[in-house]
């Protein structure tokens, strides 16, 4: 049997239960800015949280439309969109993953995930503030 066509790792999991794994792993890189986990987690969110930053990085309301289903976390969301994605300069290769030795127990390899560029958290997402609509003037005719 040939393993053609068969992406991604499965982790031991069903469906539900990877995307799950998977969508609380990226919040949480993009909160913390850097998470330790097995060196296979990290490999398999770095595919996916990339071009979750591409696309923050393109802009517009689709994408964070996008973004917002993709990562089911609407403040890590906003902070990709508003923070993160203005401050990094690059094209790709947005993360980079460093190997942090055996985790005691299963010596299961561990790996710590960040951002190449240094993020600054402190920058206030910009806030728009959007001009109030003016009720139309009706004028009531006396008869």
């Not at 991604?8 to 239960?17: L, P, W």
């Not at 689709?62 to 990562?71: E, P, Q, T, W």
Request: net charge positive; glycine share 6%; charged share 35%.
């Amino acid at each position: 049997m040939h393993r053609h066509g068969y992406k991604g790792r499965k982790f031991g999991r069903e469906t539900d239960q990877r995307l799950a794994l998977t969508r609380g792993l990226q919040c949480s890189l993009i909160k913390y800015q850097s998470i330790t986990t097995t060196l296979a987690r990290a490999k398999e969110i770095r595919r996916s949280t990339e071009k979750l930053i591409t696309m923050a990085k393109k802009g517009g309301l689709n994408n964070r439309r996008l973004i917002i289903a993709r990562l089911n976390d609407l403040e890590a969301a906003s902070l990709l969109v508003d923070v993160i994605a203005p401050q990094i300069k690059r094209d790709s290769g947005y993360l980079k993953i460093e190997r942090a030795g055996f985790r005691r127990g299963d010596n299961a390899e561990m790996g710590t995930i960040s951002f190449v560029d240094e993020i600054d958290f402190e920058i206030e997402a910009p806030k728009e503030e959007k001009p109030k609509a003016k009720k139309p003037v009706t004028q009531k005719e006396d008869k």
